[in-house]
């Protein structure tokens, strides 16, 4: 068992099912979350290696500064060789795990091997012991039963990380949930299938129970307790984070992109919805309130922006929990979908059966425009997501995502880069955030910088190479950090600030400077592990109909140059 | 309309429905087959374009010795880039329109653009005049059927080029028909993909007629008289292209793997099949002869091995014809099925419906190995290939071929390089031909060197670089040429015979070491393609699961090093 230094790595080698808790390497000990993971699978993981095979490894990591209790430092990352887009993969989540992680004293764990036959195991996790369960009885179970299968066995406390049946079928767009403040499995790990990893290892659940360990304190309390003082008074400050999204949540987007023109609507033919008003962040709002929900809820303990929402049905009974923009544009608007209460059902649905609401949207979008059913269906696509959880034969074609979804029905327009989906985000529109898409080492995805709140014309090429850049290595280090996306407004400009926080709490030497070398580090990790996997420059392209095809209202392609793109990460 | 000096390319622009008729840069003027192909595309073809979209063109181009009498010249190459695999692709196919372009004085073809419709067209090739004719009365419709029609209308006298629903569909196992020497679309350029980038150019068919015009004479009439002498006695001399061939064709191949331990069994489970004999050459020509179908048939005019078949039904009707060794193993044993009449079914399926066999075989193999059937299940099969025509859901994801229904369906045995499915030589068992799979820029080909014929031990790791060398560079030129495959036993001893009944024959300038220096060019331009599409080494390798499970009866496993593979094209 590890003592409380908190710099330990628990293995679990599932070729035998053994566990096995050692120190690290001395390199890894000063990293967390994506910087870790990025650095662990470069030199650790064969990048030709089959994704769902013996020897892919699947590393939960909490971030650097998870280990400490600095506000807005409770994100998870998960990563592995992913399934679906080939490259490496982290996704970052919410829910309570990672703050339980490092109370356990883990600085990731590490999945490897794949057992001989198809038992099916639950990772169990206590200050006195590791051990894998088999637990038959949980096959084919959807996370809400799962997670309350396994509290009521392990107890109401416990954190879980689940897969659905999706992840059991080795489905490219299963994710991993991990159960947020109320218990309820609706965080999501959901991008780039490692759902699918964890399944091919034959772990369908980890419980994670700290029992009554808790954090270590900071180094120097007086330090801390003064520089939050002003940490926290920069959240406050900024409307966004004070005010914004507590208040809608990320649902507020909506309105922006819908003004902007890239909303991303029936499977990215247009960029504005005519029923936007109905899934904007005041149509969430004023459901959720009437309905005895909840906005203003935080998606992980310590977070001090709560983004997070719970949304109860028209009786007033709990529905879901986490229902994000993304989910809401790409289940919603992508689908000509403009109906909240569909939207939250599908959601629900997506984090029961372990899917990726983009994926399944953008999925969902291309099968509309090959005509398997209509846009705006909202029973269709509730079905077709009943037969992804099913395993119907359509329903494992939309599992593996849009893009193969695009190649069995033959869509041109199918909106994926190295093979995951974009998000909820126009390209053509926000051609920052199309930068960020075509280049970022993780396939199509938003949270590497989505193109919003750049000081650049999104409709114009001019200056977006820039604005990616900065905010992917932002992203890097923030994902690195165990820091919420949403931290950027209060602390980009303020990490002189970050950095004594830290110091103060984790005893670390960081300066203002060494985030972005962080993020530089992260980013050129990645690449290093994607060309050895056989990725080049011709991959970071956007598919060839966002070049081609204009965007209504704004009438724009993308037309940022390719060696312009191919200038992202040269720095 | 071209005069007689052989040397125009037939541009049909499909953006706009254009012909045009011209002179090609003078570089291309002394290529023909792959080597023109290849040069074109690299040339012409944004590397990264999307193979179903508009800037794809699909290249048609007899081998530069198909513009002579010289016996066994007649191989026509088709080219793309691939839908299936994102690499560049030549596919080689007999019947009788290679030697008609010639007879027209084209050396290439090149269709491009695409209509915004989706009207479907005819073109028709005579020696007056060329047209774009629409017939919608053509859609969905089989090969056999199409051909049918456009005979009745433009005369018997004419080759068709034909894609069927499959190639409509925009299917990555759609081929392209050519009829063959009694006017059956049996012939097929089946790899690849290439009948859905026909498809998707709105082509159904292209109708050759050269009506009375001729192939040129020889240059030096004389001199070629005695050449061709020598030229056919070594055919007779060689005990495979005089005697094994014509009497047993392909299928004769069948035994010889069997006893090798090499013949994909039951999705590459296994090198060795219970019904082998009932599938073999033996079998093949008992049944032929009993129904009065033919053995010894050629696949195009001018052959003096004549491999080919014609195979008949119990009643004596014409069920298919070239029904070759890749077919019976991949639709037989790979599928469990020991029975030739169920396999000459599948064959007449694929060739009507219009996809490639090889594929089609493997994708089923590994559908059989997800349980959407049993292994040995004839009926089944027959319905999934129906299925295929159809375009239902499921067939829509066999029509994608192997490597998207292991995919959809998570078998790790998928048995596929760069998303081609191998063919019918295990690669455990014929090492040489794994090397070729794996580092062709084809994908996994057997037309590239198969591992059958060298010197080395098929089961030793030790010569096997060497071995696949030598067949990948005579692949090269042989499909340049327009010779078949099957000349490489009389000729690849004779080069220096080949170049000068070549000159004498068309004037040129060949000597014996002209032919290595053409294939190691054609194999350069291909990968600078394939680099510059987003391919490298880590591509040139095999599955996991051919390193990892034992073969049996032999129980190897695939163990020629990485770093021998990365050396294969190093000369």
Same mark, same amino acid.
Request: glycine letters at 10%; proline letters at 6%; hydrophobic letters at 35%.
């Given at each position: 068992m590890?003592d409380?230094?908190?710099?330990?790595?628990?293995?679990?080698n599932?070729?035998?099912?053994e566990?096995e808790?050692?120190?690290?390497?001395?390199?890894?000990?000063?990293?967390?979350g994506?910087?870790l993971?990025?650095?662990?699978?470069?030199d650790?993981v064969?990048?030709?290696?089959s994704?769902?095979?013996?020897?892919?490894?699947?590393?939960?990591?909490?971030?650097?500064l998870s280990?400490?209790?600095?506000?807005?430092t409770g994100?998870l990352s998960?990563?592995?060789?992913?399934p679906?887009?080939?490259t490496?993969?982290?996704?970052?989540?919410g829910?309570t795990?990672?703050?339980?992680i490092?109370?356990?004293?883990?600085?990731a764990?590490?999945?490897?091997?794949?057992p001989?036959?198809?038992?099916?195991?639950?990772?169990?996790?206590?200050?006195?012991?590791?051990?894998l369960?088999?637990k038959?009885?949980?096959?084919g179970?959807?996370n809400y039963?799962?997670?309350k299968?396994?509290?009521?066995?392990?107890?109401?406390?416990v954190s879980?990380?689940?897969?659905g049946?999706?992840g059991e079928?080795?489905?490219?767009?299963?994710g991993?949930a991990?159960?947020n403040?109320?218990g309820?499995?609706?965080?999501f790990?959901?991008?780039g299938?490692?759902?699918a990893?964890?399944?091919s290892?034959g772990?369908?659940?980890?419980v994670?129970?700290?029992?009554n360990?808790?954090?270590?304190?900071?180094?120097?309390?007086?330090?801390y307790k003064?520089l939050?003082k002003d940490y926290?008074?920069?959240f406050?400050?900024?409307p966004?984070?004070?005010?914004v999204l507590p208040?809608?949540?990320?649902?507020n987007?909506?309105?922006?992109?819908q003004?902007?023109?890239?909303?991303?609507?029936?499977?990215?033919?247009?960029?504005r919805f005519e029923a936007a008003?109905l899934?904007?962040?005041?149509?969430?709002?004023?459901?959720?309130?009437e309905?005895?929900?909840?906005?203003?809820h935080?998606?992980?303990?310590?977070?001090?922006?709560?983004?997070?929402?719970?949304?109860?049905d028209?009786?007033?009974g709990?529905?879901?929990?986490?229902l994000e923009?993304?989910?809401?544009?790409?289940l919603?608007?992508n689908?000509?979908i403009g109906d909240?209460?569909?939207?939250a059902k599908?959601?629900?649905?997506?984090d029961?059966?372990g899917i990726?609401?983009i994926?399944?949207?953008a *999925?969902?979008?291309?099968a509309?425009?090959? !005509?398997?059913?209509? #846009?705006?269906? $909202?029973?269709?696509?509730i079905? /077709?997501v009943?037969?992804i959880g099913r395993?119907?034969?359509?329903?494992r074609?939309?599992g593996q995502g849009?893009?193969?979804?695009?190649?069995?029905?033959?869509?041109?327009?199918?909106p994926?880069?190295?093979?995951q989906?974009?998000?909820?985000?126009?390209?053509?529109a926000?051609?920052?955030?199309?930068?960020?898409y075509?280049?970022?080492?993780m396939?199509?995805d938003?949270t590497?910088?989505?193109g919003?709140g750049?000081?650049?014309?999104?409709?114009r090429?001019?200056?977006q190479?820039?604005?990616?850049?900065?905010?992917?290595? *932002?992203?890097a280090?923030?994902?690195s950090? !165990?820091l919420?996306? #949403?931290?950027? $407004?209060?602390?980009?400009?303020? /990490?002189?600030?970050l950095a004594e926080?830290?110091?103060?709490y984790l005893?670390l030497?960081?300066?203002?400077?060494?985030f972005?070398?962080l993020g530089?580090q992260?980013?050129?990790?990645?690449?290093?592990?994607n060309?050895?996997?056989?990725?080049?420059?011709?991959?970071?392209?956007?598919?060839e109909?966002?070049k081609?095809e204009p965007l209504?209202?704004?009438n724009?392609?993308?037309?940022?140059?390719?060696?312009?793109?191919?200038?992202?990460?040269?720095?």
């Open positions: 590890p409380r230094d908190r710099n330990f790595f628990l293995y679990v599932m070729d035998k099912c566990i808790i050692s120190k690290p390497p001395e390199k890894y000990s000063s990293l967390g994506r910087a993971i990025s650095s662990f699978i470069l650790n064969d990048p030709i290696c994704p769902l095979g013996r020897f892919n490894k699947l590393i939960i990591a909490p971030g650097l280990h400490s209790s600095i506000p807005c994100r998960i990563g592995a060789k992913s679906l887009t080939g490496i993969k982290e996704s970052n989540v829910g795990a990672s703050k339980d490092c109370r356990l004293g883990y600085r764990i590490v999945i490897e091997g794949r001989e036959s198809d038992k099916l195991y639950v990772l169990v996790i206590t200050p006195d012991n590791v051990k369960v088999e038959p009885e949980l096959k179970k959807g039963e799962t997670v299968i396994l509290k009521d066995e392990f107890g109401k406390r879980v990380l689940s897969i049946p999706a079928m080795g489905m490219a767009a299963a991993i991990v159960t403040i109320e309820m499995p609706s965080r790990a959901g991008r299938g490692l759902g990893v964890m399944g290892k772990i369908k659940a980890i994670i129970d700290p029992k360990l808790q954090l270590p304190k900071p180094v120097n309390s007086e330090k003064e939050l926290v008074s920069r406050k400050e900024n966004v984070t004070s005010t208040t809608y949540g990320t649902a987007i909506v309105s922006i992109t003004e902007l023109g890239a909303i991303p609507t029936r499977n990215f033919s247009e960029g008003d899934i904007n962040g005041y149509a969430l709002k004023r459901l959720t309130d309905r005895g929900g909840k906005t203003g935080p998606c992980y303990p310590g977070c001090i922006i709560k983004c997070s929402n719970i949304y109860n028209p009786n007033g709990y529905l879901t929990s986490g923009y993304e989910t809401i544009v790409l919603g608007s689908c000509g909240l209460d569909t939207i599908l959601d629900r649905l997506c029961d059966y990726d609401t994926e399944t949207g *999925a969902v979008g291309v509309m425009e090959a !005509g398997v059913l209509n #846009f705006g269906d $909202g029973e269709g696509t079905d /077709l009943h037969q395993g119907t034969t359509l329903g074609i939309l849009a893009g193969v979804t695009g190649k069995v029905f033959n869509v041109y327009r199918t994926v880069v190295k093979n989906s974009l998000a909820a985000y126009d390209p053509r926000l051609k920052g955030g199309g930068v960020t075509a280049t970022t080492p396939g199509a938003h590497n910088g989505n919003l750049g000081n650049s014309d999104p409709l090429p001019e200056g190479i820039e604005y990616s850049r900065y905010f992917q290595i *932002a992203a280090y923030i994902d950090l !165990g919420c996306w #949403f931290t950027r $407004g209060p602390l980009l400009g303020n /990490l002189e600030l926080i830290s110091n103060s005893g030497n960081l300066t203002k400077d060494s972005e070398m530089k992260v980013i050129s990790t990645e690449k290093e592990f060309q050895r996997a056989g990725f080049n420059s011709s991959h970071d392209r956007l598919p109909f966002f081609l209504k209202p704004h724009v392609v993308f037309d940022v140059p390719d060696e312009e793109l191919d200038n992202v990460h040269n720095w």
